[in-house]
């Protein structure tokens, strides 16, 4: 099994800039992408930004140019990097990966972040 724990949310002003992190625990050898997911109230959980363990990077229309993921391979970590945000990106943003020991991924417990003036 792997555990994910996210930090970083909170509450910023609109064109603010956060940083989420996500630490694994478990089997992390069995990871292979690794992503950041949100839900907003009254919406579909969507992907926000993935990387796949050698570092390709896709990410969502809404926050290209604006989202960095990365991720530490050593440190079993992946981080988001969030600029010039702005209010429809508040929300609740989960960590998420995928590995070869289950069909279905590994999530964390979410934390919120906040746009708002």
């Known amino acids: 099994q792997v555990q994910l724990v996210e930090s970083g949310g909170g509450l910023v002003q609109p064109g603010g800039s956060l940083r989420l992190s996500c630490a694994a625990s478990g089997s992390v050898f069995s990871i292979n992408n690794m992503a950041w997911y949100r839900q907003a109230p009254g919406k579909q959980r969507e992907l926000v930004a993935l990387?796949?363990?050698?570092?390709?990077?896709n990410y969502a229309d809404s926050v290209k140019g604006r989202f960095t993921i990365s991720r530490d391979n050593a440190k079993n970590t992946v981080n988001l990097q969030m600029n010039g945000l702005q209010p429809d990106d508040t929300a609740v943003y989960y960590c998420?990966?995928?590995?070869?020991?289950?069909?279905?991924?590994?999530w964390g417990q979410g934390t919120q972040v906040t746009v708002s003036s």
């Open positions: 990387i796949t363990k050698r570092g390709s990077t």
């Open positions: 998420n990966a995928d590995g070869w020991l289950r069909s279905s991924p590994y």
